[in-house]
Nanobody
Framework: QVQLVESGGGLVQAGGSLRLSCVAS????????MGWFRQAPGKEREFVAG????????DYTDSAKGRFTISRDNAKNTVYLQMNSLQPEDTAVYYC??????????????????WGQGTQVTVSS
């Protein structure tokens, strides 16, 4: 059973930065497409960024382009999300997720089999 554990969330002022980490255990991390999603109160969970197994292909939601960077270190079984220029609308619980069955990041949460517990990101204005 794959376990994902996120960390790095917190409270930050608008314009600030945070780096989220997600450590995987119990599976073959290097075989999974990894994604970051977020869910704000009263809203559906939405795709933020995804990265292929080798890190050679990356996808972002439009609001994350130019501000967020996803990366992974397969030797450490870890995927990261560097978030810069944070805005209040980025406030949400952020989740990492693993897709063991496909070759590129998909934007639907239904395609991801394994999920972390989430980490809260709060951006104050």
């Amino acid at each position: 059973q794959v376990q994902l554990v996120e960390s790095g969330g917190g409270l930050v002022q608008a314009g600030g930065s945070l780096r989220l980490s997600c450590v995987a255990s119990g599976g073959r991390f290097s075989a999974y497409v990894m994604g970051w999603f977020r869910q704000a109160p009263g809203k559906e969970r939405e795709f933020v960024a995804g990265i292929t197994q080798s890190g050679g292909s990356i996808d972002y939601t439009d609001s994350a382009k130019g501000r967020f960077t996803i990366s992974r270190d397969n030797a450490k079984n870890t995927v990261y999300l560097q978030m810069n220029s944070l805005q209040p609308e980025d406030t949400a619980v952020y989740y990492c997720a693993a897709d063991p069955t496909y070759y590129r990041p998909r934007k639907s949460a239904r395609n991801y089999d394994y999920w972390g517990q989430g980490t809260q990101v709060t951006v104050s204005s």
